[in-house]
C-alpha cells in the first residue's frame, strides 16, 4: 500500500506589489546566506515568529484557540 503524500495547507493573500518585488529580491539575494529554501519557507518562517510574538504578549506564551479556514474572515476587515 503507498503512503499519500501530505502537503502543507495552501495560504494566499493580498500584498502590494512592490512588496512582493522587495521579498523576492530579499529572499534570492539571501538564501545562501540564510538558508531560505524557498519563498513559502521564509514567509512561513516569519509569519510564525510573530504569530509566537503575538501569543507571547497577549496569551501567557500559550497558542490561541485554533480558527479552521473553513470558517470563514477572523474578523473585521482592517
Same mark, same amino acid.
Given at each position: %500500500?503507498?503512503? $499519500?503524500k501530505?502537503? =502543507?495547507?495552501?495560504? !494566499?493573500? +493580498?500584498? &502590494? &506589489?512592490?512588496?512582493t ?6 529572499? @534570492?539575494? $539571501?538564501r @545562501?546566506?540564510? *538558508?531560505? &529554501? !524557498? %519563498? !513559502? ?6 509569519? %510564525?515568529?510573530?504569530?509566537? &510574538? @503575538?501569543?507571547a504578549? +497577549?496569551? *501567557?506564551?500559550? =497558542?490561541? =484557540? !485554533?480558527?479552521?479556514a473553513d ?6 476587515? @482592517?
Open positions: %500500500m503507498s503512503e $499519500t501530505k502537503y =502543507p495547507h495552501k495560504v !494566499s493573500f +493580498y500584498q &502590494r &506589489r512592490e512588496d518585488d522587495r521579498l523576492r529580491g530579499a529572499v @534570492l539575494a $539571501t @545562501l546566506e540564510e *538558508g531560505h &529554501r !524557498s %519563498m !513559502s519557507e521564509f514567509i512561513n518562517n516569519a509569519v %510564525m515568529a510573530e504569530v509566537e &510574538r @503575538l501569543e504578549k +497577549y496569551n *501567557g506564551g500559550q =497558542p490561541f =484557540p !485554533s480558527v479552521d470558517r470563514g474572515n477572523a474578523g473585521r476587515p @482592517l
